[in-house]
């Protein structure tokens, strides 16, 4: 099992939807979670970051985090083509070492 | 302030050459890590630096090896390319007060035949 998981997509989403990245992690004693935009060839860039159970939002960026569940998710409201890029979980275990997901391809359809 | 910067942006080597790729950052942070992203896998952590003077292993070392010149500085050097080293390769920073927020340079690619 990979430590971070997440569907690799592509999600396609209609300009203005609410598009939905999940993201599911192993380490039960994992307590930072981020979020991480990547536009095609430029490096990653933060968008989120979460430390406590529940909803956290930032502008148009609502994340969500279950650790019982073990699961943390990004939601963005009124997608904008300016949106189309990987989003990268990532998740801080006992280690310290960050680890990342494969990331899920966004593409917001005008 | 230009945060990350990495040399070179793209290299070609052949099996066997050796190279090193170079990162600096300007935001006076401790921390400084070396990944390497390959289609499906995610960014994988090399090596890292918690503070000037040390460095630690991460996730995929092997035929990596580091140095934190200063606290400007750290660089990867791969010592003979393997078409598996193939990647491309993102240094990061942090600061100490809130380790767990990297801010990346822009890459390098590299290309082992």
């Known amino acids: 099992q990979k430590e971070v998981e997440q569907n690799s997509g592509p999600l396609s989403v209609p300009e203005g939807a609410i598009a939905s990245l999940n993201c599911t992690y192993s380490?039960?004693?994992?307590?930072?979670f981020f979020w991480y935009r990547q536009y095609s060839g430029k490096s990653p860039e933060l968008i989120m970051s979460?430390?406590?159970?529940g909803d956290k939002e930032d502008g148009r960026f609502t994340a969500q985090l279950n650790k019982a569940s073990q699961y943390v998710s990004l939601l963005i409201r009124d997608s904008q083509p300016s949106d189309s890029a990987t989003y990268l979980c990532a998740v801080v275990p006992w280690s310290n070492d960050m680890r990342f997901g494969a990331g899920t391809r966004l593409t917001v359809k005008p | 302030n230009a945060g990350v910067t990495q040399t070179p942006k793209f290299q070609v080597l052949k099996t066997g050459q050796s190279m090193t790729l170079q990162c600096a950052q300007d935001m006076n942070h401790n921390s400084m890590y070396w990944y390497r992203q390959d289609p499906g896998m995610g960014l994988r952590l090399i090596y890292y630096s918690a503070s000037e003077g040390t460095t630690d292993k991460g996730e995929v070392p092997n035929g990596y090896n580091v140095s934190r010149l200063n606290k400007r500085e750290f660089s990867l050097r791969l010592e003979s390319a393997a078409p598996s080293q193939t990647s491309v390769y993102f240094c990061?920073?942090?600061?100490?007060?809130?380790?767990?927020?990297?801010?990346f340079g822009p890459g390098t690619r590299l290309l082992v035949l």
């Open positions: 979460i430390y406590s159970n």
């Open positions: 380490d039960r004693v994992s307590q930072s």
């Open positions: 990061a920073s942090s600061d100490g007060a809130d380790q767990e927020t990297q801010y």
